[in-house]
């Protein structure tokens, strides 16, 4: 990827989750989240592994900032833990956890670096869980405390807000499918995941603006945007379906078109909306942020509850089965300038998991996910070529790190951790992006 091809202002990151790296999950006052609950359920992750070391992060911070200032990157985005800054999902805040985030924030800004928060990665404290999770609405106003104290003490190190990521693995992975904590199987409570999530977004929100907090604040979602798999009408509404389920229903309240009809009218979804939910979860936000890594070709199933299909694809996949297609990333691009009304966008999570395997002399050569992200930054630079405002890229992921229900076995990171030592090794698409980054990575 020739670096000309993109805007001198276009921002490279990379970017991790607070419970996939940062390890220390019972240390100086944190306590138990729905991951580490999820992780004692036999079969719920694979070898049977949970994050209570991960990439030891929390530890290593210092290392890994370093790391990352020599591959020239600009910005870093991380989460917080909610267990970690509010023990026991309480309202006594846990000084220890607050100065970690405030010592990693300044170490990248020494680094010359930028601190972007994500305040929810899918790590919720236990004991909201067991008033039933995003179920319950008072979650989503326990989200209130939560967020208006990170706002108060962390204004000044974080330059860049997120509020969630990815609401559609949060309720339909969490409540709906049950491959991801909390392991739940059931729509009605999966759909009213899906309006506690959105809310609390825009209760984070409205603390935010009521501060008069300066720096850029979003959401960050994984829009799920197929392809119909032929040229049949009904395929061609497939794909639309599809997209209003998986993605419409959590940026339409957003961005104030509300619940789509498909789930409201067809398929008679019900969302337990109160008075003034609406508005509150449509307020203006400064950027989206987009996690990209795949397509998939859709038909129309009469059968399905959801009335849609997966079809079989040819492309190749990357070694967690996903199959590689940058052009759907352009065209998800492409619909995502009029679905926003043009606000600035930015791609916070793009990668690939590859068979990485550590030589003797300490490299990985993980040409395949060099020629994937190459292929993806082309596809940002087209997109950008035709109007889209898209302002950043962070690759998926720094570093290898707990896969979620695939434990350790599955590694997206642009660097090698070894699990027995914990030592970090760059792969070939660390040094790649490098050279992207300083403007001579033309692939």
Same mark, same amino acid.
């Given at each position: 990827?020739?670096?000309?091809?993109?805007?001198?202002?276009?921002?490279?990151?990379?970017?991790?989750?607070?419970?996939?790296?940062?390890?220390?999950?019972?240390?100086?006052?944190?306590?138990?989240?729905?991951?580490?609950?999820?992780?004692?359920?036999?079969?719920?992750?694979?070898?049977?592994?949970?994050?209570?070391?991960?990439?030891?992060?929390?530890?290593?911070?210092?290392?890994?900032?370093?790391?990352?200032?020599?591959?020239?990157?600009?910005?870093?985005?991380?989460?917080?833990?909610?267990?970690?800054?509010?023990?026991?999902?309480?309202?006594?805040?846990?000084?220890? =956890? %607050?100065?970690?985030?405030?010592?990693?924030?300044?170490?990248?800004?020494? $680094?010359? #670096?930028?601190?972007? /928060?994500? &305040? @929810?990665?899918?790590?919720?404290?236990?004991?909201?869980?067991?008033?039933?999770?995003?179920?319950?609405?008072?979650?989503?106003?326990?989200?209130?405390?939560?967020?208006?104290?990170?706002?108060?003490?962390?204004?000044?190190?974080?330059?860049?807000?997120?509020?969630?990521?990815?609401?559609?693995?949060?309720?339909?992975?969490?409540?709906?499918?049950?491959?991801?904590?909390?392991?739940?199987?059931?729509?009605?409570?999966?759909?009213?995941?899906?309006?506690?999530?959105?809310?609390?977004?825009?209760?984070?929100?409205?603390?935010?603006?009521?501060?008069?907090?300066?720096?850029?604040? =979003? %959401?960050?979602?994984?829009?799920?945007?197929?392809?119909?798999?032929?040229? $049949?009408? #009904?395929?061609?509404? /497939?794909? &639309? @379906?599809?997209?209003?389920?998986?993605?419409?229903?959590?940026?339409?309240?957003?961005?104030?078109?509300?619940?789509?009809?498909?789930?409201?009218?067809?398929?008679?979804?019900?969302?337990?909306?109160?008075?003034?939910?609406?508005?509150?979860?449509?307020?203006?936000?400064?950027?989206?942020?987009?996690?990209?890594?795949?397509?998939?070709?859709?038909?129309?199933?009469?059968?399905?509850?959801?009335?849609?299909?997966?079809?079989?694809?040819?492309?190749?996949?990357?070694?967690?089965?996903?199959?590689?297609?940058?052009?759907?990333?352009?065209?998800?691009?492409?619909?995502?300038?009029?679905?926003?009304?043009?606000?600035?966008?930015?791609?916070?999570?793009?990668?690939?998991?590859?068979?990485?395997?550590?030589?003797?002399?300490?490299?990985?050569?993980?040409?395949?996910?060099?020629?994937?992200?190459?292929?993806?930054?082309?596809?940002?630079?087209?997109?950008?070529?035709?109007?889209?405002?898209?302002?950043?890229?962070?690759?998926?992921?720094?570093?290898?790190?707990?896969?979620?229900?695939?434990?350790?076995?599955?590694?997206?990171?642009?660097?090698?951790?070894?699990?027995?030592?914990?030592?970090?090794?760059?792969?070939?698409?660390?040094?790649?992006?490098?050279?992207?980054?300083?403007?001579?990575?033309?692939?």
């Amino acid at each position: 990827m020739d670096r000309a091809n993109l805007p001198e202002d276009f921002l490279f990151g990379c970017a991790t989750a607070s419970y996939q790296v940062e390890g220390a999950a019972f240390e100086d006052g944190r306590t138990r989240c729905i991951w580490d609950d999820f992780a004692l359920i036999p079969g719920a992750i694979k070898d049977s592994n949970d994050g209570r070391v991960a990439a030891d992060q929390y530890h290593r911070y210092k290392e890994d900032v370093a790391l990352m200032e020599e591959l020239g990157f600009q910005s870093y985005r991380f989460s917080i833990s909610w267990s970690r800054v509010l023990p026991n999902a309480g309202s006594t805040p846990n000084k220890k =956890g %607050i100065e970690y985030y405030k010592n990693l924030c300044n170490e990248l800004h020494a $680094k010359g #670096m930028k601190a972007c /928060a994500t &305040l @929810y990665h899918w790590d919720l404290p236990s004991e909201l869980q067991a008033i039933g999770g995003w179920a319950n609405r008072e979650t989503a106003l326990k989200f209130r405390e939560y967020s208006a104290l990170m706002f108060k003490e962390l204004d000044g190190y974080v330059d860049m807000w997120i509020t969630i990521n990815e609401p559609f693995c949060v309720a339909w992975l969490g409540y709906k499918i049950g491959c991801h904590a909390p392991g739940h199987k059931n729509l009605e409570e999966s759909l009213a995941a899906v309006h506690h999530i959105n809310l609390a977004h825009g209760i984070a929100m409205e603390e935010y603006r009521k501060g008069g907090y300066k720096a850029p604040i =979003g %959401i960050t979602f994984n829009p799920q945007t197929p392809r119909p798999a032929t040229r $049949k009408e #009904m395929d061609k509404k /497939a794909a &639309l @379906y599809k997209r209003a389920v998986d993605t419409e229903v959590f940026m339409g309240p957003v961005f104030g078109y509300g619940y789509p009809e498909f789930c409201t009218e067809t398929l008679g979804w019900k969302f337990p909306i109160e008075d003034g939910d609406m508005e509150i979860i449509s307020q203006p936000i400064d950027f989206m942020g987009i996690n990209y890594y795949n397509e998939y070709p859709v038909y129309y199933n009469e059968k399905d509850p959801e009335l849609v299909s997966t079809a079989p694809h040819w492309e190749r996949t990357t070694n967690i089965g996903w199959p590689v297609d940058e052009k759907g990333l352009y065209r998800q691009l492409l619909w995502l300038k009029d679905y926003t009304r043009g606000i600035p966008l930015y791609i916070t999570e793009n990668g690939s998991c590859e068979d990485d395997q550590l030589t003797n002399d300490g490299r990985v050569h993980d040409r395949e996910r060099i020629v994937y992200i190459d292929k993806h930054l082309h596809a940002c630079a087209d997109a950008i070529k035709e109007g889209v405002n898209l302002k950043g890229y962070f690759v998926w992921s720094f570093i290898d790190n707990y896969e979620w229900a695939e434990g350790y076995t599955k590694r997206f990171g642009i660097v090698y951790c070894d699990y027995g030592t914990l030592k970090r090794y760059p792969k070939d698409s660390a040094y790649y992006l490098r050279d992207v980054i300083a403007g001579y990575g033309d692939f």
